[in-house]
C-alpha cells in the first residue's frame, strides 16, 4: 500500500510535525545525558575527552547539512506547487553525494584527528581518549551524512514520526552497547572511550538501515543510479546554491563555538567539564522552541511552493508567540534546579556554582536563540538563504568572540564570560532577523513555484 504525502498547510496542526520532532529531540537529551552520567561514572577525563572529540565533529556532521538541508527545502517546496516529476532523481543526487562528500571527510578525520585535537588545545590528560573516540567514531561519519539526507526526506513528506522511533531505537542501542564495554560482560576489555565510540556507530548503522527500509516500505520513491545518467547538473546546482549559504551558517556558527571552547579548555578540566555538564541541561530549554522551528520550517516550504506567502508569514509568528514564553521559562528552571540535576553527572562541589552562574546568562540567551531558530530556518525554506550567513558572520565573530574573550579570558569571568559573548551574539541577530522578516525581504526568493498560486 502507497502511503503518499500528507497534505501541509498553514492550517496542518503543528502537533502533528512538531510533536514527534519534539519527542525525538526530548529522547536524544535525555538518552545522551544518560550516556554521559555512564561516561562520567567511568571517568571524568572521558566527559572532557567525548565532549571535545563530539564538538570538533559537530563542525562535519554540519557540513553535511550542505545537501541534507537543501534537499528539504527544495523537496517541501517541491511538494508544496505539485510538481513531483524530478523527486527521485532529487532523492538519488542528495544521497549520492552526501554518501561520498562523507566518504572524504571520514578519511579525513581518521588520519588528522591528532592535528584536530591540537588545535582545541585539549589537555593532555583527556587528548589520548579524545583520539581514539574520534577515530572511530570520525572515521565512519558517512553513516551520519547519509542519514541526515534520508530523515529529511521523510520530513519533508510528512513522517516526522519516523524520526522519533529510530532516535529511540539507536540511543538504547547506544546506552546499552555503553553499559556492555564499561559495566557489563565486556569490561574486562578495557576498551574504555573506544567502546563507547563503538556502540556509537553500531547506532548510526542501525539508524540509516531503518531509514531507507522505511523509504521504501512507505512507497515514497526510489534511488537508482541509473537517474544520474545524463547528470542531473541544473539540479544539483540548484541544491548547493540553497545548501552552500543555509549550511554556511551553521558551519560558520560550528567554527565559532570551537574558538569559544579554545578559550575554555585552558581554563582546566574543571571548566571543560562543567561546560559540557552545562551544555547537556542548556539543551532542555532549546527543544521545545528547536521542534517548533523545524516544523515550521516544513510548512513555510510547502506555503511558498504553493505561492502562499502571507500564510507562511501569519504561521511563522504564531510560533514565535508560542515558543518564546515556554522556551525561557524552561531555561529559567533549569538554572533554578541544576544544584540537583548535576548530582547526577558529578559530585564536585566547585562545578556546581559555575554551571548555575552560566546558566543565569543562558536564560537571556534563550530570547534569542529561540527568535533565531524560527525566524531563520523559516528564511531557508522561503529561499532566502544567503543572509542568514552573512548575518551570522559578521554577529558571531565580530559580536560573540569579541565579548566572548573580552569577559571570558581578559577580565577573567572564566566560563560564564564566554557565555556572554554568545549571549550577546544571539540577541543582535534576532533583532536583525526579526526586522528582516516582518519588511517580507524574503519574500520572491522561492525555488519553485506552483503554476496557479493556491487558495
Known amino acids: 500500500m502507497k502511503h503518499g504525502t500528507m497534505e501541509i498547510s498553514e492550517k496542518t496542526p503543528m502537533i502533528l510535525l512538531a510533536g514527534p520532532i519534539f519527542a525525538e529531540m526530548l529522547l536524544n537529551i535525555l538518552l545522551n545525558n544518560v550516556d554521559t552520567i555512564m561516561i562520567s561514572r567511568y571517568s571524568e577525563n572521558a566527559v572532557g575527552a567525548v565532549g571535545n572529540a563530539n564538538q570538533m565533529m559537530s563542525l562535519f556532521i554540519i557540513m553535511f547539512g550542505v545537501i541534507a538541508g537543501a534537499t528539504g527545502v527544495v523537496v517541501a517546496q517541491y511538494l508544496g506547487a505539485k510538481k513531483t516529476d524530478d523527486m527521485n532523481r532529487i532523492y538519488t543526487l542528495s544521497f549520492s553525494f552526501n554518501l561520498v562528500f562523507g566518504l572524504l571527510v571520514s578519511l579525513f578525520v581518521f588520519f588528522f584527528c591528532g592535528s584536530l585535537m591540537d588545535f582545541l588545545k585539549v589537555d593532555a590528560l583527556q587528548r589520548e581518549d579524545a583520539v581514539t573516540y574520534m577515530r572511530i567514531v570520525g572515521g565512519l561519519l558517512f553513516l551520519q551524512a547519509a542519514y541526515n539526507v534520508m530523515v529529511q526526506i521523510l520530513r519533508c513528506h510528512g513522517y516526522t514520526r519516523v524520526g522519533m522511533y529510530i532516535s529511540l ?5 547506544n546506552i546499552v552497547g555503553n553499559y556492555i564495554f564499561l559495566y557489563g ?52 546546482v540548484r541544491l548547493l546554491k540553497i545548501g552552500i549559504p543555509s549550511a554556511g551558517e551553521n558551519v560558520a ?14 581554563m582546566g578540566a574543571m571548566a571543560v567539564n562543567a561546560k559540557v555538564y552545562c551544555t547537556t541541561l542548556m539543551s532542555f530549554s532549546v527543544v521545545f522552541s528547536n521542534a517548533l522551528a523545524q516544523a515550521t520550517q516544513i510548512v513555510t516550504g510547502h506555503l511558498v511552493g504553493a ?20 522556551a525561557v521559562s524552561i531555561a529559567a528552571l533549569n538554572c533554578l534546579l541544576c544544584p540537583f540535576t548535576l548530582k ?27 527568535m533565531n531558530l524560527v525566524l531563520i530556518s523559516s528564511m531557508k525554506a522561503a529561499g532566502d538563504v544567503l543572509f542568514p550567513v552573512l548575518m551570522g558572520l559578521v554577529s558571531m565573530w565580530g559580536i560573540g ?7 571570558g579570558v581578559w577580565l577573567s569571568l572564566g566560563m560564564t564570560g564566554v557565555f556572554l559573548g554568545t549571549t550577546a551574539d544571539e540577541c543582535t541577530r534576532a533583532v536583525v532577523a526579526f526586522i528582516r522578516w516582518r519588511r517580507g525581504a524574503w519574500k520572491g526568493k522561492a525555488v519553485v513555484r506552483a503554476a496557479k498560486p493556491q487558495a
Open 344 to 370: 547526577l553527572f558529578t559530585d564536585s562541589a566547585e562545578v556546581v556554582p559555575l554551571v548555575q552562574q552560566t546558566l543565569a546568562v543562558v536564560v537571556i540567551m534563550e530570547i534569542g536563540r529561540t
Open 401 to 407: 568572540i569579541g565579548v566572548g574573550y573580552g569577559c
Open 307 to 326: 505561492g502562499r506567502e502571507e500564510a507562511a508569514d501569519w504561521r511563522v509568528m504564531k510560533t514565535l508567540r508560542t515558543s518564546l514564553p515556554v
Open 253 to 266: 556558527y560550528s567554527f565559532y563555538q570551537l574558538i569559544l571552547l579554545s578559550f575554555i579548555n585552558p
Open 169 to 173: 531505537m539507536v540511543n538504547l542501542v
Open 185 to 236: 560482560p565486556l569490561k574486562h576489555l578495557e576498551l574504555g572511550v573506544a567502546g563507547v565510540a563503538i556502540s556509537t556507530v553500531a547506532a548510526r548503522v542501525l539508524a540509516l538501515t531503518v531509514s531507507v527500509i522505511i523509504f521504501y516500505r512507505y512507497q515514497i520513491g526510489r534511488m537508482s543510479l541509473r537517474l544520474l545518467f545524463p547528470f542531473p547538473k541544473e539540479i544539483l
